[in-house]
């Protein structure tokens, strides 16, 4: 099967600074990844979705200058939680289709961010 | 608006059969992705439909029903290593993952 690869595993970082969470799919290129957030015993939520060489798109509530996300290759998206508080910390995983596919959605590991 | 429904919580024991179910009203219909997720962990994909009937894949078989947005999850030959949250997940006309809130499944000796 494909892999994806996210980095880092978990983080944990002061009030008011930058935390950089990559998603790299290992095997095969990803015109479009995925980035959600995860709060305990809750589904998985779409935050946006990362679109090669253009802005990535928002779910409506997402702020975009604050989740700032980087898709600079078919097979690297990267998602910067900027000025993180306290209410960031959560779990925030990527996932990615192989390029003209959508039979299944292959997940990074997840990064387990601890704000404090 | 979109809706996937499935327990929060069922409990079974070691060596039985477990059924979870899920049922949807969406935007559309692509597909339906049964995914496994361990605490802590990132989900695993367990399984894909889009036609109706039974897929088997060892212990594990899904089922989906289109018209009455429907699909369960069947477990057999329960093992420890099975207790986890399992997901629903639909693939709606936009081909958007829209995703069920999980079933923790707990499995007792």
């Known amino acids: 099967g494909a892999v994806v690869s996210q980095h880092p595993s978990w983080v944990i970082c002061k009030s008011g600074t930058s935390v950089k969470i990559e998603c790299r799919s290992l095997d095969f290129q990803a015109t479009t990844m995925f980035w959600y957030r995860q709060f305990p015993k809750q589904s998985l939520m779409l935050m946006a979705t990362?679109?090669?060489?253009?802005?990535?798109?928002?779910e409506q509530g997402v702020e975009k200058d604050k989740f700032l996300i980087n898709h600079a290759s078919l097979t690297l998206s990267t998602l910067t939680v900027t000025s993180a508080h306290p209410e960031d910390s959560s779990f925030y995983i990527c996932?990615?289709?192989?390029?003209?596919?959508?039979?299944?959605?292959?997940f990074g590991q997840g990064t387990r961010l601890t704000v404090v | 608006g979109q809706n996937i429904d499935q327990p929060t919580e069922m409990t079974a024991t070691e060596g039985a059969i477990v059924q979870i179910n899920c049922t949807y009203q969406?935007?559309?219909?692509?597909?339906l992705f049964w995914y496994q997720q361990h605490a802590g962990e990132a989900p695993t994909f367990l399984s894909y439909n889009v036609l109706d009937g039974l897929e088997e894949k060892g212990r594990f078989s899904s089922f989906l029903s289109r018209s009455k947005g429907y699909s369960y999850l069947l477990l057999k030959e329960l093992q420890m290593k099975d207790s986890a949250s399992y997901l629903c997940?639909?693939?709606?006309?936009?081909?958007?993952?829209?995703w069920g809130a999980g079933t923790k499944l707990i499995i007792k000796p």
């Open positions: 969406t935007s559309g219909f692509n597909g």
């Open positions: 997940a639909v693939l709606d006309s936009n081909y958007q993952l829209i």
């Open positions: 996932s990615a289709n192989r390029n003209g596919e959508n039979t299944e959605a292959f």
């Open positions: 990362s679109n090669e060489g253009s802005k990535a798109t928002y």
